[in-house]
Structure formats: C-alpha cells, structure tokens
C-alpha cells in the first residue's frame, strides 16, 4: 500500500520544483506537542498504541506545505531541551518543567509517556521520507532555527508556538514567524507590525522586552516590579537593555527614581538573563541539506512505518503534499 502511494506521488510531479526558495523551519517539539494534546488519543496503531502525535504532526506539515509552498524545510530539534550553559547562567530557567525521578538524571523533562513513545516513531518517519532533522548538540531548537534563518539567502517562516523566537522577526531579511498558539489550522503571521501591534516594541527588542517583563513558562523572573507596559515604555525611550542600564547609571536621564530602583536591584539577573534569552545564532550545522523532498528518500521503510503504525490517510496526504 505505501509503495505504492510513493509511486502515485513520485508520478505527479517528476520535474524540478520551479517554485521561488522559500525555506520553512519547524519547531518540532512545539508542533508535536499540540499534536498530542489536540489529537485525540482514540487514534492508535493497529496493536493500539498511540499515534495522535505522529497522526497529528504529519497532517501539520501537510497542511504547512500545501499552504506556503516551501522549497526547502526542517524540522529543528532539541537536542538539548534545557542546555546547562543557561541554567548555569539563571538556574530557574525552565526549572519548573524539570521531573525529578533520579538522583542521577534529576534534568528529565515532564513528558506524558504516551508522547515519549512515539517521539522515536516520529524521527523514524522524517527521516523515511528525507525530511531533515536539524539539531545540535548542547543546545535548543531554538539555537538550530536562530541559526537557520540567519542569512537564508531566501525568504524564511519559522512555525512555532513559542514568543521566544519573535525576535528572529526581520521584515528586510522576509524572516516571519507563523505562530500557532491558537492552533496550526489557526496560525498567526508575526512580522515588525505585529510585534508593535501586539507588545508595543519592535521584534529587534524582543527579546530585551522578554528580559526585562520575564516569562514564566521559560523561569524568567523578570525584573520586579515591571511588566509589560514599563518594559515597552523603556525600550521606547533607551532603545535597547544596554540603553536602559546606561540611563540608570546617569542622574540627568528621563528615568524617574521608581523604575532606576527597580533596575538597579535587579543588576545581577540583567548581567546574565540576557545571554539567555538571546537565541543561538552561529552553531556550526555541518550544511545539512534542507531541500524539500518530492518523494521518500526510503520508500520501503516508509511503507513499512505507515503499515506497522496505521499512519493510512495522514501518509497518503503528506506524500500529495510532498509531490506538489
């Protein structure tokens, strides 16, 4: 059966895609979570193992690259889902997702098992079909995607769930987000404006602004006392973090006592919170190639996948999808 919806794919479109470049980097992880969750869990393997992450994930990217065309796509992994370097740098970083379940692996992620089994399933069948799965060692997706998009060389959407990667925005670069809190058949397309629109900086202090209002899903503290409107106001007046501490150290600067306060009790986490914040933007990848793939780079293995899973309907639309 699966070979040969690979040989009806592969027959639709033999020729070279002619499209304009368009690479499309996914945050794997951010996907395929709103996958488990949004899927139910009804949907199984024949031997009735789970598979609405899987499922879930494939009819993503499906409907990704039906909708934006890309010529080349990735799916950013984490290697490293919370590096040591940054919580060396801010221990309460992403301390709250952390499961204590052995004195000797204390830094293992809350991952319901449902999901953690088929997390393997999904990295088998990317890699079936010639997908590339980028990561790097010691660090986040997040890192793979910051480092992707900088200097594509062609126009980049990055799909994710998660406002850290806001400030990878670049309207003169074509670099957006599609953000998909509110679900992927839902997505929002973040460039400048919207950032403006939505938080009141630019996307080039995003993360500044994260810095300084915190985030509590990623054990950012933040500075006390500010949230979202000062931290806005600041960065309007200083431009920047740098800006901002400058003017606390500089009586005749429009900073009022309130806030010079707040910042300079906060000095200690500023000094560190953001190389934390700040997305990896120069790993060395290897050059992996990120060409879209037409067909199954292991046509046999894919249908071996799709009939030991059950993947059915969801592998006949990503191979449509696929072939163009």
């Not at 895609?17 to 199984?44: K, N």
């Not at 079909?129 to 790097?136: E, R, S, Y």
């Not at 509590?216 to 409107?229: E, R, T, Y």
Request: a negative charge.
């Amino acid at each position: 059966m699966g070979g040969a919806l690979w040989e009806t794919a592969r027959m639709t479109d033999p020729s070279p895609d002619a499209r304009p470049e368009r690479l499309m980097l996914l945050d794997t992880a951010s996907l395929y979570f709103r996958a488990f969750f949004g899927v139910p869990d009804s949907v199984t393997a024949p031997d009735g193992t789970p598979v609405n992450a899987v499922r879930g994930l494939m009819d993503f990217v499906t409907r990704l690259v039906g909708d934006y065309a890309p010529t080349h796509l990735a799916c950013c992994w984490d290697d490293d889902w919370r590096p040591q370097w940054r919580v060396d740098l801010l221990p309460s970083y992403k301390a709250h997702r952390v499961v204590e379940e052995v004195a000797t692996d204390p830094d293992v992620e809350e991952v319901p098992d449902p999901l953690a089994t088929q997390v393997p399933v999904i990295r088998d069948v990317l890699e079936a079909l010639g997908i590339a799965v980028v990561g790097h060692a010691e660090m986040e997706a997040d890192d793979v995607i910051g480092t992707l998009a900088t200097g594509a060389g062609m126009p980049v959407d990055v799909v994710t769930g998660d406002r850290d990667l806001f400030q990878l925005v670049d309207d003169e670069a074509e670099v957006r987000i599609l953000y998909t809190a509110r679900g992927v058949g839902r997505h929002e397309r973040v460039d400048d404006a919207w950032v403006v629109g939505r938080y009141a900086v630019h996307a080039a202090q995003y993360a500044d602004f994260a810095t300084l209002r915190g985030d509590s899903s990623d054990g950012l503290p933040g500075v006390a006392g500010v949230g979202d409107k000062t931290a806005a106001t600041l960065l309007g007046r200083f431009g920047d973090l740098p800006g901002i501490l400058a003017a606390v150290d500089d009586p005749a600067a429009d900073l009022g006592p309130g806030p010079r306060g707040k910042i300079r009790a906060a000095a200690d986490y500023l000094e560190v919170a953001p190389r934390v914040v700040a997305v990896r933007r120069d790993l060395d990848l290897g050059g992996p190639d990120l060409t879209l793939p037409r067909s199954p780079a292991d046509p046999d293995a894919f249908a071996a996948l799709t009939e030991r899973w059950g993947l059915g309907s969801s592998a006949e639309r990503l191979l449509a999808a696929l072939a163009g």
